[in-house]
């Protein structure tokens, strides 16, 4: 929870009875899949934070966007190598960062990996090896990464020999609707 943001029912504020206490509301985003649509937006905020954006184009599969009042402002996506997945350009715009939408955006990743029968995810970063343990992730070495995800494009061209391998497994999630 950060300070100064609510994530109650947009406008209920106030004691039952009692006059609506002043505070601004921000509601947080709402996680869903990524349309052709929201591709220059994508683009864009990942650009803007210093992401890849190669191999990246419409119809954004594997992707979920952080959506506030309709505009992106948080982005994840996956690429699927057979029973590995590949997490990658995880972002949220900086004046919405540290209410928990990175967590939400990975998080949801992770589960539709899971529904969609991969047991492994695994990432590649130069700037959040801090970051995904909190989500799961341990840090391996490149070569412990299955050959059909060190094929992908960011193993390949996107990011340099020093970026941090970093592994989960999902097949102890829960499959939903199950
Ligand atoms: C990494 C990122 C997606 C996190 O988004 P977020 O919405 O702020 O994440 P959450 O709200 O779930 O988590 C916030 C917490 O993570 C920490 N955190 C955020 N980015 C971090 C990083 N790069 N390294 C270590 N910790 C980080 C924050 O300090 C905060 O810690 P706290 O809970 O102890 O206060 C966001 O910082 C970002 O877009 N960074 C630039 C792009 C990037 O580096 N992406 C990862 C490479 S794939």
Do not use: K, N, W
């Not at 939408?101 to 998080?107: A, F, I, P, W």
């Not at 589960?111 to 989500?135: C, K, Q």
């Amino acid at each position: 929870m950060v300070p100064g943001l609510s994530y109650g029912c947009p406008g209920g504020g106030g004691a039952r009875g009692g006059r609506p206490r002043a505070r601004s509301v921000t509601r947080a985003p709402r996680i869903r899949a990524a349309t052709a649509a929201d591709l220059p937006s994508v683009l864009a905020l990942l650009r803007a934070v210093d992401l890849p954006v190669d191999g990246i184009g419409a119809p954004l599969t594997g992707f979920v966007v952080a959506d506030r009042d309709g505009q992106v402002v948080g982005v994840a996506g996956l690429e699927a190598y057979g029973p590995a997945g590949l997490l990658r350009s995880v972002a949220v715009r900086p004046d919405g960062r540290g209410g928990g939408t990175g967590r939400r955006l990975v998080e949801r990743v992770l589960v539709d990996a899971r529904a969609s029968g991969m047991r492994d995810v695994y990432l590649l970063t130069t700037t959040a090896a801090d970051y995904f343990p909190r989500l799961g992730f341990r840090p391996i070495p490149r070569s412990a990464v299955p050959p059909a995800v060190q094929g992908s494009v960011e193993f390949r061209e996107a990011c340099p020999a020093s970026a941090v391998a970093m592994h989960r497994a999902v097949r102890d999630l829960p499959v939903p609707g199950r």
